[in-house]
């Protein structure tokens, strides 16, 4: 089994900063691509950002300048950071990996999602 498990999220105001993180453990035995996305209510998940495992990242239109992504691969974690934060950041996150298991399986997993909120 393997497990994502995001931290960071809170209740920021408007220009603002936090920083995401997500870890992942269990039964791995290569991360490829990271990254993260997004879900507002009423609205469907969107790209973030994500970041393969030799560090080649990209970002969603509407976040680019403000977020970065980094990773961790000897800890098996992804960071989001995130600056000048605007009310339409508001969002519940989540991580996701695209990985291969000790069993040989290639898949991908999701983390249950961290909230955050940006309001003055």
């Known amino acids: 089994q393997v497990q994502l498990v995001e931290s960071g999220g809170g209740l920021v105001q408007p220009g603002g900063s936090l920083r995401l993180s997500c870890a992942a453990s269990?039964?791995?035995?290569?991360?490829?691509?990271m990254g993260w996305f997004r879900q507002a209510p009423g609205k469907q998940r969107e790209f973030v950002a994500g970041?393969?495992?030799?560090?080649?990242?990209n970002y969603g239109d509407s976040v680019k300048g403000r977020f970065t992504i980094s990773r961790d691969n000897a800890k098996n974690t992804v960071y989001l950071q995130m600056n000048s934060l605007k009310p339409e950041d508001t969002a519940v996150y989540y991580c996701?990996?695209?990985?291969?298991?000790?069993?040989?399986?290639?898949?991908?997993?999701w983390g249950q999602g961290t909230q955050v909120a940006v309001s003055s």
């Open positions: 996701h990996a695209d990985l291969s298991t000790i069993a040989g399986q290639i898949t991908n997993y």
């Open positions: 269990g039964s791995i035995f290569s991360i490829y691509a």
């Open positions: 970041i393969t495992s030799g560090g080649t990242t």
